[in-house]
């Protein structure tokens, strides 16, 4: 017995290596040994999902490597000759994923051999209509009747579909279940009600995600639940993380939903200051695991009032601008763009997201480890934007 081997929690160091190498950790050979090169993979893992960097693989790295999760980041060596441009064209991706993934490489150069870090994730539209191209995982269509859905069959194969159903339901949820697995659907996606409830309306909608969660393993599909999290000054609310105060869903236990569902959509009702985004999301991952959090991100103009933010076409956008005189301006606080406008002796203004904005909120996304964006409002996104997300990182 070689007493330099770690204990390895009843896994083989082998499936340990070639999990590691699953997730885009390099362990180096696939040979059962635990050398340096395993070991630094281990650290790096342990630093990427919070775990805890000592360099050992605990319960928690085997609980990673048995669940088969996608592979977050690719990694890659650099041939000799070959310069980062050639590095992103071999990936299909942009020189800008790469060096978010490598922050020196924007001052050195390429060398042989190095190894390179590209960020992956995984992007959806949450609106329905057109698939966006080959690019896309997944694109969330809206689920109509059954004949519509078995004419629309070839084109939402491997697109999940949004279901509407009341809690009180379930056979209408269960036979919606069934005609997604007919179409060749990939999954569901459940919007969870919004927040101020009481306690019982809010546990009837928990019961009900375990119930849809059921119904989706049993068809073969996979189950995505979005959640709304508020943030309110200090002292507004229960649960508090640096610099803000979040408050969670009220009676919803998000450890129950991240264990229910296959992908947890976190939608931050007052998104507009990158550093409310961030505390929320990272918040939000002390009860769901990363691998299954997704960000949902606004693309098309909103306003925002009590309730969250209220989004806007672009055709309603261009009768706004035909009736009112609109200003456009920059906020001090966040760098957010809006547009400020008089309608009823009061002055209201349109968020909206620029290249800028969306980029640190995926820089977000990135440093914080977890699954990726969901979009809503992407056919009424300028192209700067859209263009923002394939910088950022490559898309599942």
């Known amino acids: 017995m070689d007493i330099r081997q770690p204990h390895l929690c009843g896994m083989s160091l082998f499936d340990i290596q070639t999990g590691l190498t ?17 070991r630094d993979a281990v650290r ?29 980041r690719v990694t890659t060596r650099a041939r000799a000759g070959q310069s980062l441009q050639g590095v992103a064209r071999e990936l299909n991706t942009t020189v800008e994923a790469i060096v978010e993934g490598n922050r020196r490489k924007r001052y050195e150069d390429v060398f042989p051999g190095e190894q390179l870090l590209v960020h992956k994730r995984a992007a959806a539209v949450l ?9 896309w995982t997944f694109v969330a269509r809206p689920m109509e009747t059954a004949a519509s859905m078995a004419a629309d069959a070839c084109a939402a194969r491997g697109c999940f579909g949004i279901v509407s159903v009341p809690t009180n339901q ?3 949820a269960g036979d919606m279940i069934r005609q997604a697995s007919r179409a060749g659907l990939r999954g569901i996606v459940l919007e969870v009600a919004d927040s101020d409830l009481d306690d019982d309306t809010a546990w009837a909608y928990l019961r009900f995600v375990k119930f849809v969660a059921r119904a989706c393993r049993k068809a073969g599909l996979q189950l995505a639940v979005g959640v709304s999290v508020h943030t309110r000054p200090p002292g507004e609310c229960h649960s508090h993380s640096p610099g803000h105060a979040v408050w969670r869903p009220n009676g919803y236990d998000l450890e129950d939903v991240g264990a229910a569902a296959n992908i947890v959509l976190i939608d931050v ?8 985004f961030r505390n929320s999301i990272a918040w939000t991952c002390k009860f769901i695991p990363r691998w299954k959090l997704m960000a949902a991100i606004e693309l098309r103009p909103y306003h925002m009032d009590e309730s969250g933010a209220r989004p806007m076409s672009r055709d309603d956008l261009i009768k ?3 009736r009112h005189v609109v200003r456009e301006g920059i906020d001090d606080s966040t760098g957010l763009p809006y547009l400020a406008y008089r309608a009823r002796g009061a002055v209201r203004q349109l968020w909206l997201e620029n290249s800028a904005s969306l980029g640190r909120k995926l820089h977000t996304v990135n440093r914080l480890n977890i699954l990726g964006a969901a979009f809503r409002g992407a056919a009424d996104a300028e192209e700067q934007v859209l263009a ?4 950022r990182f490559i898309i599942m």
Do not use: H
Request: aromatic content about 6%; charged content about 30%.
């Open 22 to 38: 699953g997730l885009g950790f390099d362990p180096g050979p696939c040979d059962g040994m635990y050398g340096p090169l395993t």
């Open 44 to 72: 790096k893992c342990q630093a990427a999902y919070r775990l805890g960097v000592s360099g050992v693989p605990g319960p928690e790295i085997r609980r990673l490597v048995t669940q088969r999760l996608p592979a977050f």
């Open 127 to 135: 609106d329905g209509g057109e698939l966006r191209g080959p690019e």
């Open 170 to 172: 379930r056979e209408a």
């Open 269 to 276: 009702r007052d998104a507009r200051d990158p550093e409310a």
């Open 320 to 322: 706004l601008r035909a």
């Open 388 to 391: 923002e997300i394939g910088r």
